[in-house]
């Protein structure tokens, strides 16, 4: 198989298309086209069922297209650490987390780092679903549990608490819940969304309930730090981390004594990148800020 072909199928299955392959390589959709086809006939199978739309893989063009799509990630990651500075870290740093941890906690604190290291480039991807890091879909993640992939390097971060909150002006309204069973008569600000972007998010719908039925909420909402804004507007009691419950000084811990869940925060990054100057600035940061000596 000749590398060149396997270079134009791979931007070609990518993009769905010759002609956005071919914006992408700089070359006539005719000219891709001709490649493709000559590399099904090498192979004596066919790659994409064309139709007027676009293009789909085949079930053959899907076994090849894992297998390029693998080794064009692998040789990305061997150019980035081959050209790493030896004397300092530098270069595009890309770091994934949820879109609570980011926005609330570590987007506050990132000038720290990127004034401490002039020459790293950070692109920050705030995803609550995880990003496939092996397929280098980022560099390094922060993920509120362990990671799943058995050849992931992981370092546990921190425990984060899960408190309950209210606003002044609810509780004026409303009071103060006096237990986990009174709860019930409060209004909840749930996390909305069938992939929470952390464990036990939700915990307050089943706290202290006799029955099996959960209480319903009041509000819903996909994101974390919306469900901030939303309890510090008074809208009802919830349960979210420390972290994304700063940027409001104004709310109240309610049922400060009760034992809450905990959520695991652990950075994570593949094998490949073990020795990477940049991971290792950017971990060290992560530990400093959270305390971790």
Known sequence: MDWDKLRVFHAVAEAGSFTHAGD??????????????????????PLFHRHARGLILTEQGETLHKTVREVFSKLEMTQTLLTESKEKAAGRLRVTTTTGFGNCWLMPRLHKFMEANPEIDICLILEDNDLDLGMREADVA????????????????????????????????????SSLEDIKNHQLVLFGEHHPPVAHINWL????????????????????????????????IGSIPSYAASKFPDLVQILPEITT?????????????RSSKRVAVFRDFLMSELGIR
């Not at 549990?145 to 409303?174: G, M």
């Not at 029955?211 to 974390?224: C, F, G, Q, W």
């Open 205 to 236: 719908a089943d706290a202290g309930q006799v029955s099996s039925h959960t209480r319903p909420a009041r509000l819903e909402v996909n994101s974390m730090a919306a469900m901030a804004s939303a309890i510090a507007a008074g809208l009802g």
């Open 261 to 273: 869940p905990t959520v695991d925060a652990y950075f994570v990054y593949p094998e490949e990148l």
């Open 24 to 45: 992408v390589l700089n070359l006539s959709q005719s000219a891709v086209s001709r490649q493709i086809s000559a590399l099904e006939d090498v192979l004596q199978v």
């Open 142 to 177: 922060v993920r509120m549990h362990a990671p799943r992939q058995p050849d992931l390097i992981q370092r546990h971060l921190a425990d984060f608490n899960l408190p309950i909150f209210a606003a002044p002006q609810y509780i004026e309204r409303h009071g103060i819940p």
